[in-house]
Each structure stands twice: as C-alpha cells, then as structure tokens.
C-alpha cells in the first residue's frame, strides 16, 4: 500500500514567516495529493489539493508544489497568522479511489504572535 | 454545504462490550464512506471502505470482524468495535464522498471518541 511520510512534526514560526511542511510517497499510481487542517478537537478540513497533472496551485497565502519524479510535495503558506496554528496533514491516493486516502503523520504548526 | 454527522461524539464502555458509531450524511445521498482512526497526536489511519448495499473493504491489518461495518441505506454508515478493549480506544472519524460539480469532494465527520475502560 501508500506509505506517506511528513516533516517536519513540528514547526513554529513568527507571524508574518512563511512555513513549508514536505511530504513522500511510495506509491506511484497515487495522482491526488489533498491537504488537511485539523484544530484541536475538530474534523479535518480539506484547506487544498493538487492532482498529478500540475506542477503547482495556489490559493491566496496557501501553495502546494509537487514533484512526481521524486514522488514528493510540500505546503506552503506565506504571512502566516495566528490562526493558522493547527495540525496539518498530507495525503494520498489514488483518483479512481478517491476516499482512500493515506494520511502523513501531521505537522503541528504554531504561528507566535 | 455538505454535512457529515457522526454519533455519538464521546462514548465511554466497559471492557468486554460493543460500541456502534454512526455517521450520517446530513443532505446528500453517499455510497461511499470511509472510516478513519486517529490516535492522539497521530495521523489518521484508513481502516475501511464502507460500499452501500455491500460488504466493506478492509484495509490490510484491521480485523474485520472486531470492527464490523454497515452502510444499510445511502446516508449512514456504522462502525461497531464488538468486545472492545482499553487499545480500542481512539478518535475515530468518518468521511463521506460527494459528487459535486462533477468532482468528488471528500468531506469529514467531527469524529467519535470511544474510551474503553
């Protein structure tokens, strides 16, 4: 099955910083590469993704690059704020099985005032 | 938007018994659900795809009969840890898949925190 790794577990950045959080895969046929933000207690929502056909997306303060040769992807996120402060996880899967989704083991992001 | 409802939020039992999660697509119908489980401060793990109207698909390692999984109608799911022990307890979390604005749109439940004492 897809085995998905995540660095860092931690990372702590002043407001205004930007964070990058990287993830691997193992599985090739994986082509669907969402992200997730979980507060503490709460569901995890879906805050981008990106499928295997584009290199790059963009959402605002929020980015995702992916290298299908090296089977990895990172998140970016510029002027961090505050309330970005959650944990966020990766995740893959295949398209046809959208669902199955192999989680990374989060990154616990904490943006100082 | 699409709701996902999971019940109940907190469950507390006694080693030896059954629990039964239930999750609820709130307004949309879904044939397909998958069940999650997290640990504290660990990622989600995929335990089971749940199929309406038929057998669920277990992911390598997760007991099939110890955690027995129904998808009865087009808008819940259930998830029973049957003679649940204290290493059943945990977060577990459902999702639901939505075909919206033709793309699947995967959308989560808040979750269910089972403690087995």
């Known amino acids: 099955g897809e085995n998905v790794e995540q660095h860092p577990s931690t990372l702590s950045v002043q407001e205004g910083d930007s964070a990058v959080i990287k993830c691997t895969y193992s599985?090739?046929?994986?082509?669907?590469f969402p992200w997730y933000k979980q507060e503490l207690g709460k569901r995890p929502q879906l805050i981008i993704d990106i499928r295997s056909n584009v290199g790059e997306k963009k959402d605002q303060r929020i980015a995702v690059t992916l290298n299908k040769t090296a089977k990895h992807f990172s998140l970016h996120i510029t002027e961090t704020q505050p309330e970005d402060s959650a944990v966020y996880f990766c995740a893959a899967s295949r398209g046809s099985t959208l669902g199955r989704l192999y989680f990374g083991r989060g990154t616990q992001l904490t943006v100082w005032p | 938007g699409a709701v996902v409802s999971q019940h109940p939020s907190r469950v507390i039992c006694k080693s030896g018994t059954s629990v039964k999660i239930e999750c609820r697509s709130l307004?949309?119908?879904?044939?397909?659900m998958f069940w999650y489980r997290q640990f504290p401060k660990k990622s989600l793990m995929l335990m089971a795809t749940s199929n309406e109207g038929s057998k669920a698909t277990y992911e390598q390692g997760v007991e099939k009969d110890k955690f027995l999984i129904n998808h009865a109608s087009l808008t819940l799911s259930t998830l029973t840890v049957t003679s649940a022990h204290p290493e059943d307890s945990s977060f577990y979390i459902c999702?639901?898949?939505?075909?919206?604005?033709?793309?699947?749109?995967?959308?989560f439940g808040a979750g269910s925190r089972l403690t087995v004492l």
């Open positions: 999702s639901a898949l939505r075909l919206l604005a033709g793309a699947n749109v995967l959308t």
């Open positions: 599985d090739s046929a994986s082509n669907y």
């Open positions: 307004d949309f119908q879904a044939t397909t």
